[in-house]
Protein backbone atom coordinates (compact mmCIF):
# COMPACT_ATOMS: atom_id res chain seq x y z
CA UNK A 1 0.00 0.00 0.00
CA UNK A 2 1.27 3.77 -1.35
CA UNK A 3 2.08 6.03 1.63
CA UNK A 4 -0.48 8.24 -0.26
CA UNK A 5 -2.94 6.34 0.63
CA UNK A 6 -2.38 6.12 4.63
CA UNK A 7 -4.90 8.12 6.49
CA UNK A 8 -3.43 11.23 8.42
CA UNK A 9 -4.15 9.69 11.92
CA UNK A 10 -3.46 6.61 13.47
CA UNK A 11 -6.67 4.33 14.27
CA UNK A 12 -7.46 2.44 17.65
CA UNK A 13 -10.10 0.05 17.86
CA UNK A 14 -11.05 -1.08 21.39
CA UNK A 15 -12.06 -4.57 20.83
CA UNK A 16 -12.76 -8.45 23.06
CA UNK A 17 -12.03 -11.47 22.31
CA UNK A 18 -14.98 -12.94 20.31
CA UNK A 19 -16.92 -10.23 19.73
CA UNK A 20 -19.19 -10.24 16.21
CA UNK A 21 -19.63 -6.36 16.76
CA UNK A 22 -15.38 -5.87 16.96
CA UNK A 23 -15.22 -7.96 13.85
CA UNK A 24 -17.36 -6.22 11.86
CA UNK A 25 -15.36 -3.02 11.92
CA UNK A 26 -12.13 -4.77 11.73
CA UNK A 27 -13.64 -6.09 8.33
CA UNK A 28 -14.76 -2.67 7.67
CA UNK A 29 -11.36 -1.23 8.44
CA UNK A 30 -9.34 -3.29 6.25
CA UNK A 31 -11.59 -3.37 3.63
CA UNK A 32 -11.30 0.33 3.38
CA UNK A 33 -6.77 0.16 3.71
CA UNK A 34 -6.65 1.45 6.83
CA UNK A 35 -4.06 0.49 9.54
CA UNK A 36 -5.26 0.22 13.30
CA UNK A 37 -4.18 -1.17 16.58
CA UNK A 38 -6.17 -3.19 18.52
CA UNK A 39 -6.84 -2.75 22.38
CA UNK A 40 -8.18 -5.99 23.70
CA UNK A 41 -10.22 -5.43 26.38
CA UNK A 42 -10.90 -7.81 29.73
CA UNK A 43 -14.72 -6.80 29.78
CA UNK A 44 -14.78 -8.27 33.18
CA UNK A 45 -12.36 -5.40 34.39
CA UNK A 46 -12.87 -2.80 31.86
CA UNK A 47 -10.21 -0.22 31.34
CA UNK A 48 -10.77 3.59 31.95
CA UNK A 49 -9.95 4.13 28.42
CA UNK A 50 -12.95 2.40 27.55
CA UNK A 51 -15.23 3.87 30.00
CA UNK A 52 -13.94 7.48 29.39
CA UNK A 53 -15.27 6.36 25.80
CA UNK A 54 -18.14 4.69 25.34
CA UNK A 55 -20.14 6.05 28.83
CA UNK A 56 -23.39 5.06 27.44
CA UNK A 57 -23.03 1.27 26.62
CA UNK A 58 -19.50 0.75 27.94
CA UNK A 59 -19.12 -2.03 25.74
CA UNK A 60 -17.01 -2.84 22.55
CA UNK A 61 -16.71 -1.80 19.71
CA UNK A 62 -15.39 1.98 19.84
CA UNK A 63 -13.32 3.27 16.98
CA UNK A 64 -10.85 6.03 18.07
CA UNK A 65 -9.81 8.33 15.31
CA UNK A 66 -8.36 11.66 15.90
CA UNK A 67 -8.74 11.97 19.68
CA UNK A 68 -12.56 10.88 18.95
CA UNK A 69 -14.93 8.07 19.81
CA UNK A 70 -17.19 6.36 17.45
CA UNK A 71 -19.52 3.48 19.13
CA UNK A 72 -21.70 0.95 17.74
CA UNK A 73 -20.32 -1.01 15.49
CA UNK A 74 -22.75 -0.58 12.03
CA UNK A 75 -22.93 2.74 13.10
CA UNK A 76 -18.89 2.75 13.34
CA UNK A 77 -18.72 0.44 9.47
CA UNK A 78 -20.88 3.78 8.05
CA UNK A 79 -18.66 6.13 9.76
CA UNK A 80 -14.99 3.96 8.12
CA UNK A 81 -17.00 3.71 4.92
CA UNK A 82 -17.72 7.51 4.74
CA UNK A 83 -14.35 8.92 6.52
CA UNK A 84 -12.04 6.69 4.68
CA UNK A 85 -13.99 6.94 1.48
CA UNK A 86 -11.81 6.77 -1.57
CA UNK A 87 -11.44 5.83 -5.54
CA UNK A 88 -9.40 3.44 -4.56
CA UNK A 89 -10.97 1.57 -1.97
CA UNK A 90 -14.41 -0.55 -2.21
CA UNK A 91 -17.74 0.89 -0.67
CA UNK A 92 -19.30 -0.93 2.21
CA UNK A 93 -22.31 0.74 1.83
CA UNK A 94 -23.60 1.00 -1.61
CA UNK A 95 -24.09 4.22 -3.84
CA UNK A 96 -27.46 4.36 -4.57
CA UNK A 97 -29.91 5.81 -2.37
CA UNK A 98 -32.70 3.28 -2.33
CA UNK A 99 -29.96 0.35 -1.79
CA UNK A 100 -28.47 2.11 0.47
CA UNK A 101 -32.00 2.16 2.00
CA UNK A 102 -32.16 -1.37 1.33
CA UNK A 103 -29.37 -2.35 3.20
CA UNK A 104 -29.94 -0.59 6.15
CA UNK A 105 -33.09 -2.30 6.30
CA UNK A 106 -31.87 -5.56 6.55
CA UNK A 107 -28.78 -4.80 8.82
CA UNK A 108 -31.53 -3.28 10.64
CA UNK A 109 -33.85 -7.14 10.54
CA UNK A 110 -30.93 -9.13 10.93
CA UNK A 111 -29.75 -7.00 14.76
CA UNK A 112 -33.79 -7.03 16.07
CA UNK A 113 -35.30 -10.06 14.67
CA UNK A 114 -32.88 -12.51 14.21
CA UNK A 115 -29.50 -11.93 16.31
CA UNK A 116 -31.55 -10.80 19.72
CA UNK A 117 -33.91 -14.00 19.34
CA UNK A 118 -31.14 -16.66 18.49
CA UNK A 119 -28.78 -15.22 22.00
CA UNK A 120 -31.88 -15.67 23.46
CA UNK A 121 -32.84 -19.20 21.94
CA UNK A 122 -29.60 -20.13 22.78
CA UNK A 123 -29.59 -19.53 27.01
CA UNK A 124 -33.62 -19.76 27.87
CA UNK A 125 -35.90 -22.43 28.79
CA UNK A 126 -38.89 -23.82 28.18
CA UNK A 127 -41.23 -21.77 26.36
CA UNK A 128 -39.59 -18.93 26.34
CA UNK A 129 -36.57 -20.42 24.39
CA UNK A 130 -39.19 -22.56 22.04
CA UNK A 131 -40.60 -19.14 21.07
CA UNK A 132 -37.38 -17.32 20.61
CA UNK A 133 -35.95 -20.40 18.56
CA UNK A 134 -38.93 -20.11 16.46
CA UNK A 135 -38.95 -16.42 15.69
CA UNK A 136 -34.92 -17.17 14.74
CA UNK A 137 -35.85 -19.60 12.37
CA UNK A 138 -38.45 -17.47 10.89
CA UNK A 139 -35.76 -15.27 10.09
CA UNK A 140 -33.10 -17.04 9.27
CA UNK A 141 -35.87 -18.37 6.13
CA UNK A 142 -36.03 -15.00 5.30
CA UNK A 143 -32.60 -14.16 4.43
CA UNK A 144 -31.97 -17.59 3.15
CA UNK A 145 -34.68 -16.02 0.64
CA UNK A 146 -33.31 -12.94 0.60
CA UNK A 147 -29.90 -14.30 -0.38
CA UNK A 148 -31.38 -15.89 -3.94
CA UNK A 149 -28.60 -17.52 -5.80
CA UNK A 150 -26.51 -14.02 -4.75
CA UNK A 151 -22.52 -14.79 -3.38
CA UNK A 152 -23.37 -11.97 -0.59
CA UNK A 153 -25.99 -10.25 0.39
CA UNK A 154 -23.94 -7.28 -0.76
CA UNK A 155 -23.57 -8.84 -4.14
CA UNK A 156 -20.48 -10.12 -5.77
CA UNK A 157 -18.66 -8.74 -3.33
CA UNK A 158 -18.91 -8.46 0.64
CA UNK A 159 -21.33 -5.38 2.01
CA UNK A 160 -22.72 -3.96 4.91
CA UNK A 161 -25.66 -6.46 5.26
CA UNK A 162 -22.69 -9.45 5.23
CA UNK A 163 -21.22 -7.26 8.25
CA UNK A 164 -23.88 -7.34 9.73
CA UNK A 165 -24.92 -10.85 9.43
CA UNK A 166 -21.81 -11.67 10.25
CA UNK A 167 -22.68 -13.60 13.58
CA UNK A 168 -24.45 -16.27 11.81
CA UNK A 169 -21.38 -17.09 9.48
CA UNK A 170 -19.08 -18.13 12.21
CA UNK A 171 -20.26 -17.31 15.75
CA UNK A 172 -23.90 -19.40 15.42
CA UNK A 173 -22.34 -22.96 14.80
CA UNK A 174 -20.45 -22.45 17.84
CA UNK A 175 -23.14 -21.41 19.87
CA UNK A 176 -25.55 -24.24 18.68
CA UNK A 177 -22.25 -26.86 19.88
CA UNK A 178 -21.95 -25.00 23.67
CA UNK A 179 -25.35 -24.82 23.88
CA UNK A 180 -26.79 -27.78 22.25
CA UNK A 181 -29.35 -26.05 20.28
CA UNK A 182 -30.01 -26.62 17.18
CA UNK A 183 -31.18 -23.60 14.67
CA UNK A 184 -30.19 -24.43 11.53
CA UNK A 185 -30.76 -28.77 10.61
CA UNK A 186 -29.11 -30.48 8.07
CA UNK A 187 -30.19 -29.33 4.74
CA UNK A 188 -32.23 -26.30 6.06
CA UNK A 189 -31.18 -22.72 4.82
CA UNK A 190 -29.17 -23.54 1.90
CA UNK A 191 -28.03 -20.52 0.33
CA UNK A 192 -27.40 -19.20 4.08
CA UNK A 193 -24.87 -21.83 4.51
CA UNK A 194 -23.80 -21.40 1.41
CA UNK A 195 -22.91 -17.58 2.29
CA UNK A 196 -21.46 -18.35 5.42
CA UNK A 197 -18.50 -20.94 3.80
CA UNK A 198 -18.01 -18.18 1.41
CA UNK A 199 -17.97 -15.45 4.35
CA UNK A 200 -15.47 -17.38 6.39
CA UNK A 201 -13.15 -18.00 3.46
CA UNK A 202 -12.56 -14.59 2.29
CA UNK A 203 -9.51 -13.23 1.97
CA UNK A 204 -10.49 -10.14 4.28
CA UNK A 205 -12.58 -11.58 6.55
CA UNK A 206 -9.94 -14.79 7.47
CA UNK A 207 -7.52 -12.03 9.23
CA UNK A 208 -10.20 -11.20 11.72
CA UNK A 209 -12.60 -14.15 12.27
CA UNK A 210 -11.79 -16.09 15.96
CA UNK A 211 -10.51 -19.33 15.91
CA UNK A 212 -14.13 -21.52 15.98
CA UNK A 213 -12.04 -23.52 18.91
CA UNK A 214 -11.07 -21.10 20.88
CA UNK A 215 -14.47 -19.51 20.48
CA UNK A 216 -16.13 -22.43 21.33
CA UNK A 217 -14.05 -22.53 24.68
CA UNK A 218 -14.67 -18.93 25.49
CA UNK A 219 -18.41 -19.36 25.00
CA UNK A 220 -18.32 -23.10 27.09
CA UNK A 221 -16.52 -21.03 29.88
CA UNK A 222 -19.08 -18.16 29.84
CA UNK A 223 -22.61 -20.09 29.29
CA UNK A 224 -23.74 -20.29 33.08
CA UNK A 225 -23.07 -16.57 33.15
CA UNK A 226 -25.45 -16.22 30.06
CA UNK A 227 -28.10 -18.13 31.25
CA UNK A 228 -28.50 -16.35 34.33
CA UNK A 229 -28.43 -13.41 32.82
CA UNK A 230 -31.08 -14.27 30.15
CA UNK A 231 -33.31 -15.88 32.77
CA UNK A 232 -33.26 -12.63 34.70
CA UNK A 233 -33.71 -10.29 31.48
CA UNK A 234 -36.95 -13.06 30.11
CA UNK A 235 -38.34 -13.31 33.96
CA UNK A 236 -38.24 -9.00 33.96
CA UNK A 237 -41.17 -9.35 31.08
CA UNK B 1 -39.84 16.86 -23.01
CA UNK B 2 -38.52 15.11 -19.47
CA UNK B 3 -40.79 13.18 -17.43
CA UNK B 4 -42.69 14.27 -14.35
CA UNK B 5 -40.65 13.44 -11.30
CA UNK B 6 -41.91 9.51 -10.00
CA UNK B 7 -44.95 10.63 -7.25
CA UNK B 8 -43.88 10.05 -3.39
CA UNK B 9 -46.30 8.50 -0.97
CA UNK B 10 -46.40 7.90 2.19
CA UNK B 11 -48.21 5.09 3.98
CA UNK B 12 -49.27 5.89 7.56
CA UNK B 13 -51.48 5.93 10.47
CA UNK B 14 -52.35 8.87 12.75
CA UNK B 15 -51.15 8.34 16.24
CA UNK B 16 -47.89 6.92 14.60
CA UNK B 17 -44.65 8.65 15.78
CA UNK B 18 -42.79 6.88 13.24
CA UNK B 19 -45.07 7.96 10.75
CA UNK B 20 -44.57 11.47 11.61
CA UNK B 21 -41.10 11.32 11.72
CA UNK B 22 -41.25 10.41 7.85
CA UNK B 23 -44.04 12.89 7.39
CA UNK B 24 -41.54 15.51 8.53
CA UNK B 25 -38.84 14.74 7.06
CA UNK B 26 -40.56 15.37 3.74
CA UNK B 27 -41.94 18.38 4.37
CA UNK B 28 -38.43 19.63 5.51
CA UNK B 29 -36.94 18.15 2.69
CA UNK B 30 -39.91 20.16 0.21
CA UNK B 31 -40.88 16.86 -1.04
CA UNK B 32 -44.64 16.97 -2.47
CA UNK B 33 -46.17 13.63 -1.09
CA UNK B 34 -49.47 11.92 -0.81
CA UNK B 35 -50.17 10.45 2.98
CA UNK B 36 -52.42 7.19 2.72
CA UNK B 37 -53.97 6.83 5.86
CA UNK B 38 -54.18 2.31 6.65
CA UNK B 39 -56.48 0.75 9.27
CA UNK B 40 -53.97 -1.28 10.98
CA UNK B 41 -56.72 -3.62 11.81
CA UNK B 42 -57.40 -4.13 7.79
CA UNK B 43 -54.27 -3.98 6.43
CA UNK B 44 -54.31 -3.24 2.62
CA UNK B 45 -52.95 -4.87 -0.05
CA UNK B 46 -50.52 -1.91 -0.58
CA UNK B 47 -49.59 -2.01 2.33
CA UNK B 48 -49.00 -5.87 3.21
CA UNK B 49 -47.04 -5.61 -0.80
CA UNK B 50 -44.81 -3.46 -0.24
CA UNK B 51 -43.94 -4.13 3.50
CA UNK B 52 -44.07 -7.53 3.77
CA UNK B 53 -41.33 -8.02 6.13
CA UNK B 54 -43.00 -6.19 9.23
CA UNK B 55 -46.65 -5.46 7.81
CA UNK B 56 -45.86 -2.10 9.82
CA UNK B 57 -46.46 1.49 9.13
CA UNK B 58 -44.62 3.96 7.77
CA UNK B 59 -43.90 2.46 4.31
CA UNK B 60 -42.33 5.77 1.90
CA UNK B 61 -43.02 4.85 -1.96
CA UNK B 62 -41.30 6.83 -4.22
CA UNK B 63 -42.17 5.26 -7.74
CA UNK B 64 -41.64 1.77 -7.64
CA UNK B 65 -39.48 1.84 -4.69
CA UNK B 66 -40.56 0.51 -1.32
CA UNK B 67 -38.76 2.09 1.66
CA UNK B 68 -39.47 0.84 5.57
CA UNK B 69 -38.53 1.58 8.86
CA UNK B 70 -38.55 5.33 9.80
CA UNK B 71 -35.07 5.78 10.50
CA UNK B 72 -34.03 3.90 7.25
CA UNK B 73 -36.56 6.23 5.54
CA UNK B 74 -35.16 9.27 6.66
CA UNK B 75 -31.62 8.89 5.74
CA UNK B 76 -33.21 7.57 2.25
CA UNK B 77 -35.43 11.12 2.13
CA UNK B 78 -32.01 13.08 2.93
CA UNK B 79 -30.24 10.90 0.05
CA UNK B 80 -32.32 10.95 -2.87
CA UNK B 81 -33.89 14.16 -2.79
CA UNK B 82 -32.52 17.87 -2.96
CA UNK B 83 -33.76 20.17 -0.29
CA UNK B 84 -32.46 20.91 3.12
CA UNK B 85 -29.87 18.82 4.91
CA UNK B 86 -31.17 16.37 7.38
CA UNK B 87 -28.07 14.91 8.35
CA UNK B 88 -24.59 16.94 8.75
CA UNK B 89 -22.21 16.50 6.22
CA UNK B 90 -19.07 15.57 8.21
CA UNK B 91 -18.69 11.96 9.02
CA UNK B 92 -18.23 12.05 12.80
CA UNK B 93 -20.73 14.23 13.41
CA UNK B 94 -22.93 12.24 11.23
CA UNK B 95 -21.84 8.97 13.19
CA UNK B 96 -23.01 11.29 16.25
CA UNK B 97 -26.22 11.79 15.22
CA UNK B 98 -27.09 8.00 14.36
CA UNK B 99 -25.50 6.51 17.53
CA UNK B 100 -28.33 9.06 19.37
CA UNK B 101 -30.95 7.87 16.87
CA UNK B 102 -29.87 4.40 17.90
CA UNK B 103 -29.89 5.39 21.47
CA UNK B 104 -33.48 6.71 21.52
CA UNK B 105 -34.80 3.40 19.92
CA UNK B 106 -33.62 1.11 21.29
CA UNK B 107 -33.20 2.45 25.41
CA UNK B 108 -35.93 4.64 25.47
CA UNK B 109 -39.47 3.72 24.69
CA UNK B 110 -39.60 0.79 27.05
CA UNK B 111 -39.01 2.81 30.33
CA UNK B 112 -41.36 5.82 29.66
CA UNK B 113 -43.63 3.35 29.12
CA UNK B 114 -43.34 1.62 32.63
CA UNK B 115 -42.70 4.57 34.17
CA UNK B 116 -46.01 5.42 33.27
CA UNK B 117 -47.87 1.98 33.36
CA UNK B 118 -46.04 0.05 35.88
CA UNK B 119 -46.46 -0.63 39.36
CA UNK B 120 -44.82 0.09 42.55
CA UNK B 121 -40.53 -0.74 42.27
CA UNK B 122 -41.13 -1.71 38.61
CA UNK B 123 -42.37 2.01 38.05
CA UNK B 124 -39.56 3.71 40.20
CA UNK B 125 -36.85 2.25 38.49
CA UNK B 126 -38.37 2.94 35.56
CA UNK B 127 -38.55 6.36 36.28
CA UNK B 128 -35.17 6.55 37.53
CA UNK B 129 -34.06 4.67 34.02
CA UNK B 130 -36.25 7.65 32.41
CA UNK B 131 -34.28 10.17 33.74
CA UNK B 132 -31.27 8.71 33.30
CA UNK B 133 -31.66 8.69 29.38
CA UNK B 134 -32.65 12.52 29.54
CA UNK B 135 -29.86 13.58 31.26
CA UNK B 136 -27.85 11.81 28.43
CA UNK B 137 -30.02 13.71 26.17
CA UNK B 138 -30.02 16.97 27.78
CA UNK B 139 -26.04 17.17 27.58
CA UNK B 140 -26.34 16.78 23.69
CA UNK B 141 -28.46 20.02 22.96
CA UNK B 142 -26.54 21.87 25.63
CA UNK B 143 -25.52 25.20 23.18
CA UNK B 144 -27.72 24.11 20.78
CA UNK B 145 -31.17 25.36 19.27
CA UNK B 146 -32.04 21.71 18.08
CA UNK B 147 -29.87 18.28 17.66
CA UNK B 148 -29.20 19.10 14.57
CA UNK B 149 -27.99 22.82 15.52
CA UNK B 150 -29.70 25.65 13.73
CA UNK B 151 -32.44 24.10 12.28
CA UNK B 152 -34.44 20.91 12.42
CA UNK B 153 -32.36 17.43 11.26
CA UNK B 154 -32.78 13.70 12.04
CA UNK B 155 -31.87 13.64 15.23
CA UNK B 156 -34.81 16.21 16.11
CA UNK B 157 -37.16 14.00 14.30
CA UNK B 158 -35.80 10.99 15.81
CA UNK B 159 -36.55 12.30 19.40
CA UNK B 160 -40.05 13.72 18.56
CA UNK B 161 -41.51 11.13 21.20
CA UNK B 162 -39.96 13.48 23.54
CA UNK B 163 -41.47 16.41 22.18
CA UNK B 164 -44.93 15.03 21.72
CA UNK B 165 -46.06 11.95 22.84
CA UNK B 166 -43.75 11.82 26.09
CA UNK B 167 -46.69 14.77 27.76
CA UNK B 168 -49.68 12.83 25.87
CA UNK B 169 -48.72 8.87 26.99
CA UNK B 170 -47.77 10.83 30.60
CA UNK B 171 -51.00 12.46 30.76
CA UNK B 172 -53.39 9.45 29.76
CA UNK B 173 -51.47 7.34 32.38
CA UNK B 174 -52.56 10.46 35.22
CA UNK B 175 -48.87 11.09 35.72
CA UNK B 176 -47.48 14.73 34.62
CA UNK B 177 -44.76 15.80 32.52
CA UNK B 178 -43.51 17.34 34.85
CA UNK B 179 -42.47 13.81 36.69
CA UNK B 180 -40.62 12.19 33.81
CA UNK B 181 -39.34 15.44 32.10
CA UNK B 182 -39.73 18.82 34.29
CA UNK B 183 -38.29 22.00 33.44
CA UNK B 184 -36.36 22.36 36.64
CA UNK B 185 -33.92 19.28 35.61
CA UNK B 186 -34.56 19.34 31.58
CA UNK B 187 -34.72 23.30 30.32
CA UNK B 188 -32.87 22.21 27.43
CA UNK B 189 -35.02 19.53 26.56
CA UNK B 190 -38.38 21.24 27.34
CA UNK B 191 -37.21 24.48 25.43
CA UNK B 192 -36.31 21.87 22.67
CA UNK B 193 -39.95 20.41 22.04
CA UNK B 194 -41.57 23.51 22.54
CA UNK B 195 -39.22 24.94 19.61
CA UNK B 196 -40.05 21.56 17.58
CA UNK B 197 -43.98 21.76 18.14
CA UNK B 198 -44.17 24.58 16.67
CA UNK B 199 -41.93 24.61 13.50
CA UNK B 200 -43.47 25.33 10.55
CA UNK B 201 -43.25 22.12 8.97
CA UNK B 202 -43.72 19.79 12.14
CA UNK B 203 -46.94 21.41 12.86
CA UNK B 204 -48.60 20.78 9.77
CA UNK B 205 -47.83 16.90 10.36
CA UNK B 206 -48.23 16.60 14.33
CA UNK B 207 -50.79 14.61 15.22
CA UNK B 208 -53.30 17.05 17.19
CA UNK B 209 -52.42 16.76 21.10
CA UNK B 210 -56.25 16.38 22.54
CA UNK B 211 -57.07 13.72 19.65
CA UNK B 212 -53.59 11.98 20.33
CA UNK B 213 -54.84 12.47 24.15
CA UNK B 214 -57.95 10.49 23.42
CA UNK B 215 -56.34 7.86 21.14
CA UNK B 216 -54.18 6.66 24.59
CA UNK B 217 -57.15 6.82 27.27
CA UNK B 218 -59.14 5.03 24.87
CA UNK B 219 -56.71 1.87 25.44
CA UNK B 220 -55.76 2.18 29.20
CA UNK B 221 -56.28 -1.46 29.87
CA UNK B 222 -54.68 -2.38 27.08
CA UNK B 223 -51.90 -0.15 27.96
CA UNK B 224 -51.58 -1.21 31.64
CA UNK B 225 -51.50 -4.96 30.09
CA UNK B 226 -48.34 -4.38 28.01
CA UNK B 227 -46.42 -2.99 30.48
CA UNK B 228 -46.84 -6.39 32.34
CA UNK B 229 -45.54 -8.21 29.77
CA UNK B 230 -42.60 -5.36 28.81
Known amino acids: ?237 | MASPPPPVKLLGTFASLPVHRAEAALRIKGVPYELILEDLKNKSELLLTHNPVHKKVPVLLHGDRAVCESLVILEYIDEAFDGPPLLPADPYDRATARFWAHFIDTKCSRPIWLSVWAEGDRQREALREVKQNLALLEAQLEGKRFFGGDSIGYLDLAACGLAHWIGVIAESGGVSLDTLMSDAEFPNLRRWAAEYVSDEAVRLCLPDRDRLLAYHMANVDKNKERAKSM
Not at chain 1, 69 to 95: G, K, N, W
Not at chain 1, 188 to 198: C, I, N, Q, S, T
Request: proline share 5%; glycine share 6%; with cysteine.
Open chain 1, 1 to 237: MSSQQQPAAPVKLITAFGSPFAHRVEVALTLKGVPYELVVEDLANKSELLLAHNPVHQSVPVLLHSGRAVCESLVIVEYVDEAFHQATAPRILPADPYHRATARFWADFIANKCLRPMWLSMWAEGEAQARFARETKESLGVLDAQLEGKRFFGGDALGFVDLAACTLARWLGVLEEVAGVRLMADGEYPALRRWAKEYVSDEVVRRSLPDRDELAAFFAANKERYRSRVREAVQQQ
